[in-house]
């Protein structure tokens, strides 16, 4: 019998601004266009992906009441992930569907109070363990879940690691995102410590990192330097047990264009621009050819588990 697994991501980075958001919204956009069952979770209280995809009045609603957002599930009885999925989230003016199978959890920006004490949540349970135990309940629903991160590995980034096959780390071809790279290595072993006896037998997500991949590439000579150093470190990372023995530095980059800030402005991911400007083919092709990747290339730990799960399920 074959059990469907959800190919469960994550893009961290412990330096803001480097593309975790543009680069999980529209590589859902393009993993849906290819037929696969996408959800989206927004887990930054900054709201990024949930305006970019609800657009502002729809996700001003839901920010007036917090009701449907995401630090609903963390309030015990108030909802359930399931409750917060906005089915199909992508809307023309008209209401009418652009993306079947692209969902969202959305986030308000009262996921911020998750960072201090609960008000009234579980004291004796990690959120993580919450987002988890709710995310199985839906998980059989999708091919993939891309959970979009703030910049750091606090609470509520933790509630998308932890439950991650695979994790992701955007890069910019500068210094500071190498240095961002060593910094969440550590991060990321710490937490698997601290979460290991949490774990649910048989959805053991080590939270190793799985790739790198390369935004807002302006040049090939940019790109050169940058990537070699950050091959070097991740070799050092694998060595160290700190990434996964498959982990790669994608082929796909996504290049450097205002088409991608204006995309946020005007409401709707790249490749739903009506815009035919060459700009615009180039990198919706940039975004399509990283979703291909991604598909093509299952790191051999998650081929592993889903022969562990089949074995299991035909004893
Ligand atoms: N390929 C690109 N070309 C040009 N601009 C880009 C590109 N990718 C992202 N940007 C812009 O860079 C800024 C940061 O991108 P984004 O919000 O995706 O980063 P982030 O890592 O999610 O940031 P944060 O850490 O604040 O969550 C945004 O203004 C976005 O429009
Ligand atoms: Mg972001």
New binding site residues.
């Given amino acids: 019998m074959e059990i469907h697994m959800a190919r469960k991501i994550s893009f961290v980075?412990y330096?803001?601004?480097?593309?975790?958001?543009?680069?999980?919204?529209n590589l859902a956009v393009c993993l849906a266009q290819e037929g696969y069952r996408v959800l989206l979770v927004d887990l930054?209280t900054?709201a990024?992906a949930s305006i970019w995809l609800l657009r502002l009045k729809r996700w001003n609603r839901l920010n007036a009441t917090g009701e449907g957002a995401i630090y609903s599930i963390f309030n015990p009885g108030t909802a359930t992930l399931a409750d917060c999925v906005v089915r199909d989230v992508i809307e023309s003016t008209d209401g009418t569907t652009l993306v079947p199978g692209l969902d969202l959890v959305p986030t308000t920006f009262n996921l911020v109070d998750l960072e201090s004490d609960l008000e009234h949540g579980n004291p004796d349970k990690a959120p993580y363990t919450i987002f988890q135990e709710q995310l199985l309940e839906i998980e059989k629903d999708y091919d993939f879940i891309l959970f979009?991160c703030?910049?750091d590995t606090m609470r509520a980034s933790q509630c998308g690691i932890f439950s991650s096959d695979e994790v992701y780390v955007?890069a910019n071809p500068d210094a500071l995102s190498l240095i961002g790279f060593t910094l969440l290595g550590e991060k990321l072993q710490k937490l698997r410590w601290a979460a290991s006896a949490y774990r649910i037998n048989g959805t053991d997500s080590p939270a190793e990192i799985c790739g790198v991949v390369f935004?807002?590439?302006r040049e090939e000579g940019d790109i050169e330097i940058a990537e070699m150093r950050m091959r070097v470190r991740l070799n050092q990372f694998r060595s160290h047990k700190l990434a996964a023995a498959d982990a790669r530095i994608f082929k796909a980059r996504?290049?450097?264009?205002?088409?991608?800030?204006r995309?946020?402005t005007v409401g709707l991911p790249v490749p739903l621009l009506a815009s035919r400007t060459t700009e615009t083919a180039e990198?919706c092709a940039?975004y399509r050819n990283l979703a291909l990747e991604l598909i093509h290339h299952t790191p051999a730990r998650v081929c592993e588990y889903g022969e562990l799960e089949q074995s299991v399920a035909g004893f």
Wanted: proline share 9%; with cysteine.
């Fill in positions: 980075s330096k803001g601004g480097v593309g975790k958001t543009s680069l999980t919204v930054d900054q990024n979009d703030p910049p955007p935004n807002c590439v996504i290049r450097d264009t205002d088409v991608v800030r995309a946020f990198i940039d």
